[in-house]
C-alpha cells in the first residue's frame, strides 16, 4: 500500500477505481457525479461531504447545481491521486448512496429519489 501521500501511478489508480463504481479519473483527479432530487438535497450532501472533508483536513473541489453535485478530488501537495483521496471518495460514496437496510428501524426510508448514482 502507498504512503497517504505518495501520488499514485495511472495503473494503481485504474486498479482502486475498480472498486469505486462511477468515480473516474480525468485530468489529474479522481471525478464523480451525484444527481439529487433538487437543492434541499444537494445542500445536505455538500454539507456532509464538507464535514468529512473538513475533519480529515482534505478538501475536495466541489461543483454544485440544483439537480447535482460534482466532486473532485486530488491532493495538491502531491500534485496528484493519492490514497488519502480514495480514502475521502470511499466515505463519501458510502454516505451519499446510503440507504437503510432490511430489518433496520428504517427499513421504510424516504419515498424520494434522493441522492443518486450517476
Do not use: C
Amino acid at each position: 500500500m502507498p504512503q497517504d501521500d505518495a501520488r499514485l501511478t495511472d495503473q494503481e489508480i485504474a486498479r482502486q477505481l475498480q472498486t469505486l463504481s462511477g468515480w473516474r479519473h480525468a485530468a489529474g483527479v479522481l471525478e464523480r457525479t451525484y444527481k439529487t432530487d433538487g437543492w434541499a438535497t444537494t445542500l445536505m450532501l455538500v454539507n456532509a461531504i464538507g464535514f468529512f472533508a473538513e475533519a480529515a483536513d482534505h478538501h475536495p473541489d466541489l461543483e454544485v447545481h440544483w439537480g447535482n453535485v460534482v466532486v473532485r478530488l486530488s491532493t495538491h501537495s502531491a500534485g496528484g491521486v493519492t490514497a488519502k483521496d480514495f480514502e475521502l471518495a470511499r466515505l463519501i460514496e458510502q454516505t451519499a448512496l446510503w440507504r437503510p437496510g432490511a430489518g433496520s428501524a428504517f427499513a421504510a426510508g424516504t419515498k424520494k429519489k434522493f441522492v443518486q448514482s450517476g
